[in-house]
């Protein structure tokens, strides 16, 4: 591994004193670590700890005339190839979230071009606070990667989601390729990506119609991670009751084969088709003009399949490269690896659905497969699940393109 020069911003919760612990295990795998404490972390460790595990002095403060002298804070910030806060407090998302730069480390956030990567930890209920989950959903956005936090006893003596990971949880994730890239520019930048998402609505008469539990967040988040990933996005979306995510051009659509004639009208400049959503496998065979009455005791409604919109999009000839779901109440494996065969697919990604799990809900746990490999992706909030999942898309689709050209890529910078 090459030296990854990593600035580690401490902040002012009690988590701090696992933060020696941190730097040590950094090193150990190859990292130069620059601490930077805040003024109310020194409360929780002292810098005399810090610096003898890192090796460097520590820095605080922005007004240090000797320390700027040696190395500046625009200096520092381009010396970093990734800053980590560890652990961050509500108080230094909210300065993040906004942008404000009153100290040292949210000011080498500012000037830094290296990713930002945190690791909450606060008491349970302020990290529920609206107010904080919105600005952990603006850093997200703007491509922030938010590790964790864990759920578990907390030091205040409440239980609930708010421990900051530890340590080793920690430097895997940020030791991870999508963290500390070798390929550090958009991996998907000059591709168009198309997803399908959300359910659709299969009318019956002019009131009614048959749908499904899908609430469009999977497809929705992988929309925002693949713009994040340099791609331009096209999302066709069933009815869903979210926005539209910024810079993603969205076609919305009812039915099944609304959703077919809108994702065929645009497929061909496509590079990569994602089907996450939730289509209706069958509509009513004869579509009432007029409110059926309920005259009968009983009432039968004949169906008809819909049109498989991937596997008509995988039957392309050179047709974009395909990832589909696999939402599945048991054998997840086995029907994911013969659904990825049986519709030749390039990946699939299966998940549990059920009771509770699954759809119309804010976190998801994931199996991936490929021919020759798969991968597991444990419980997360959807947001951070879809940034996971475009790195590992990108990934296998630049593979096939370099296998299939042996061409250098243009878009790939590679560092070192
Ligand atoms: N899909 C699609 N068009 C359809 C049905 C499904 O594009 N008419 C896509 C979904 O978006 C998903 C994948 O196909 O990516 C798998 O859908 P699923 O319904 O689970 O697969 P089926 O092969 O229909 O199997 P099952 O018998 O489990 O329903």
Known sequence: MTQKNIILGITGGIAAYKTPELVRRLRERGADVQVVLTRSAREFVTETTLQAVSGLPVRSDLWDKGAEAAMGHIELARWADLILIAPATAEIMARL????????????????????LIAPAMNHVMWKNPAVQENRDKLISRGVRILGPASGDQACGETGPGRMLEPNEIVAAVMAPLAVPDIVQAPLAGMTVMITAGPTREAI????????????????????????????????????????????????????????????????????????????????????????????DELSIALVKNPDILASVDRMHNGPFTVGFAAETDNLGDYARSKLESKRLNMIVANLVGKNIGFDADENAVEVFWLGGEQSFPLADKRQLAQDLIALIAERYLQGINADTQTELPIMMVRD
């Open 97 to 116: 979230a906004s942008g404000s730069a009153p100290d040292l480390l949210t000011t080498l956030c500012l000037a830094t071009e290296a990713p930002v």
């Open 205 to 296: 008469d002019p009131v009614r119609y048959i749908t499904n539990r899908s609430s469009g967040k999977m497809g929705f988040a992988l929309a925002v991670a693949a713009r994040q990933a340099g791609a331009k996005v096209i999302l066709v979306c069933g009815p869903v009751s979210i926005p539209a995510p910024e810079g993603v051009e969205c076609i919305n659509v009812e039915s099944a084969r609304d959703m077919f004639a809108a994702t065929h009208a645009r497929i061909d400049d496509v590079n990569i088709f994602i089907a996450a959503a939730a289509v209706a496998d069958y509509r009513a065979v004869d579509e009432k003009t007029g409110k059926i009455k309920k005259s009968t």
